[in-house]
C-alpha cells in the first residue's frame, strides 16, 4: 500500500517535532530506510536524544527491532483509530514536520500514542528474542520445570522481561533525569509508557502443544507467547475511552500525578492518565493539531461515532457511486487452476462535507 | 422534559413516543379510577364479549362466567381522546389542521390502541379447595410497563412520513407509499438529532454525566451514549442486607454485605 506508506512516513516525519521536548520523537527512526549496523548510524538517527543515541550505541544490534516496534505501533494505532475524529495521522505543514499540538499536549491522544509506542518497542524488541536475531537475549529460560497443571514447560517462552526493560530504558531515557523530571507531562509519560507495557506483560499467554499418540494431550509441553499486537491495541484503545484525567499532587517529598476529581477512581498502573482535555477534531485547526473530519469517509448507518452524524460533525455528507471490480465465482479446473469471473459491483461511499 | 420543551415541539420520533404514552397514561389512570370506584361518571365495566373470542355470558362448555371487576376502557378512552385531543384538534374541519397536528393526533390514537390491544383476561377459581369447577373471569388492563415496553418497540420501528398530506398520512418511503398507515404505527416528520451535546434551546441535555455499560454494545454503551468522548470511571460501594434468617422466636437476623462495582458515566 504506497498512500499508507506515504501517510506513514509523512506522520513519522511530523511526530519529529524539533520544537516540542515532549513529543514521541524517537519514533522517526521507524522512517529512517537503512537498518542500523554500526555506533555510527546511531548519530544519523533522527529525533533521538544524546541519552538514546547512547544507549543505540550500546545496543546496535537491538536498534532494528526498535524500529520495528515504531513501525507497529503507529500502524496498530492508525487502525484502532481508523473510525474516530482523529485517526492517528493528523498532519502536514508543508513547511516544516508538525504533528499538531495533540501530541504535544498532555491529551488522551498523546497518552494513547506513548503507551502503543513504549508497547511495540517491548513487543519488537521481545520477538527478535525468540526469533534468535539477538546476542544478547533468546527464550525466556526462568520458564521451566512441570507446571502446576501437571504440564512441562519447554519450548521457547516469549523473554517479555528482556523487551519491557529495554523499552523502560530506551523509551522512558526522554523523560527520565532531565531538568523536566518532576514536570506533569514527564510523570504523564512515563505513566503511560509504563501502562503500554503493562497490558502487554500481564497478558501473556500459555500456548500448548499436544505429542501424545495421534496428538493426543497425554504428553503436553507449553511456553508462554506474547498476545497478538492486535491485542494489546484493542486493550489500550479501551484504555484510552476510560482515560484519567489527573493533576500533579505533591505527596511527602514525591509528585503523584492524582485524578482531577476525587470522585473518580484512582488510575492503576495499566490506565492512562491525561492532563488536558482535546479539542473535538471537528475543523481543521493546525494550531490545535485538528486536522477537521471533511473528506472523511463515514457509515451512513451507524449511530456511533464513525456514523456520518457524529463523524462529520453535523454538517452533514456527499454521496459518491463508486464502482468496485472483484473477481468471483471462482471455480477450480483439473489441474491446477482457478478460473474466475468479474464483477461489478457499485457501492456507496460517503463522505463528510 | 416540559409541554414546551424543544423535544415535543419538533416532530421527532421522540415526540412520537411522548405523545402515544401520554395519552395511554391517561386511558390507563382514568380506567384504574373507574375501577377503584374513585370516579362518579364510570365503574367497573359490565363485559359482554366483543369479539368470536370473548363469548357473551362466559362459556358453559368451560365452566366459566364473567365476573368480578372488570376494568372498563371505554370511559378512559373516550376522555383521553376528548381531553388529550383538544389540543390538536382545534381546526374543526380536518382539512385545516396541519401536518404536525395530524401526527399528534395519530400517535395519540396509538397509544390508546396500545391499551386496548393489551387488555387481557383473567381467572380465579373458587371450587372447593381451589379446585376450578367454579371459575369467574374479567377483563384486566395491562400493567403500565408493558405498555412501555410496547410502545418503545413502536418507537423503534417507527415509520417517517410526508410532510404534503392528502386528507391523510403518508408514508415518505416511496415504494411504500401506498401502504395505509396502522394505527399500531408511530409516526413522525423530522430526523431525531443525535442527543449527543447539550443544547438547552433545543431541549437536549447532552450525555455528559450520563452512565453507561462498558461491556455492552448496545445504545446503552459507553462507545455510542459518550458519542466517544469516553468516559469516567467511580468506584460505588453498596452496603446491603444479605443472609437474612428467621431465628426462632421471632426476629431475622442479617448479615451486612459489601459490594464495589464501578459506575462508568460519560465524559
Known sequence: MPTLNVILVFLLYALVSTCSATANQWLRVAASAVSVRTEDACEKLHGLISRQVQICKRNVEVMDSVKEGARMSIEECQFQFRHRRWNCSTLINRRGPVFGKVLEEGTREAAFVHSISAAGVAHAVTRACSSGELERCGCDRTVRGTSAEGFQWAGCSDNVAFGAAFSQTFVDARERGRAAATSSRALMNLHNNEAGRRNLVDHMKTECKCHGVSGSCELKTCWRAMPPFREVGARLKEKFDGATEVQQKKIGSRRELVPLNSDFKPHSSSDLVYLDASPDFCVRDTKVGSMGTVGRVCNKTSKAIDGCELLCCGRGYNTHTREVVERCSCKFHWCCYVRCKTCRRTVEVHTCK | ?267
Open chain 2, 1 to 267: 422534559f416540559t409541554p414546551d420543551d424543544a423535544t415535543t415541539t419538533t416532530g421527532t420520533r421522540e415526540t412520537a413516543f411522548i405523545y402515544a404514552i401520554t395519552s395511554a397514561a391517561v386511558v390507563h389512570a382514568i380506567t384504574q379510577s373507574c375501577s377503584a370506584g374513585n370516579l362518579t361518571d364510570c365503574s367497573c365495566g359490565r363485559v359482554t364479549g366483543d369479539s368470536d373470542t370473548l363469548p357473551p355470558r362466559g362459556s358453559d362448555l368451560e365452566g366459566w362466567k364473567w365476573g368480578g371487576c372488570s376494568d372498563d376502557i371505554v370511559f378512559g378512552m373516550e376522555f383521553s381522546k376528548k381531553f388529550v385531543d383538544a389540543a390538536d384538534s382545534r381546526g374543526r374541519k380536518k382539512r385545516s389542521r396541519n401536518i404536525r397536528s395530524m401526527m399528534n393526533l395519530h400517535n395519540n390514537e396509538v397509544g390508546r390502541k396500545a391499551i386496548q390491544q393489551q387488555m387481557s383476561v383473567k381467572c380465579r377459581c373458587h371450587g372447593v379447595s381451589g379446585s376450578c369447577a367454579v371459575k369467574t373471569c374479567w377483563k384486566t388492563l395491562p400493567s403500565f410497563k408493558r405498555v412501555g415496553d410496547f410502545l418503545k418497540k413502536k418507537y423503534m420501528t417507527s415509520v417517517p412520513i410526508l410532510r404534503k398530506t392528502r386528507r391523510r398520512l403518508r408514508r415518505k418511503q416511496k415504494l411504500s407509499r401506498k401502504v395505509p398507515i396502522g394505527d399500531d404505527e408511530l409516526v413522525y416528520l423530522e430526523k431525531s438529532p443525535n442527543f449527543c451535546k447539550s443544547d438547552k434551546k433545543r431541549g437536549i441535555f447532552g450525555t455528559r454525566g450520563r452512565e453507561c455499560n462498558r461491556t455492552s454494545t448496545g445504545p446503552d454503551s459507553c462507545n455510542l451514549l459518550c458519542c466517544g468522548r469516553g468516559y469516567n470511571t467511580q468506584v460505588v460501594r453498596f452496603v446491603e442486607r444479605c443472609g437474612c434468617k428467621f431465628v426462632w422466636c421471632c426476629y431475622v437476623k442479617c448479615n451486612t454485605c459489601e459490594t464495589i462495582i464501578d459506575k462508568h458515566t460519560c465524559k
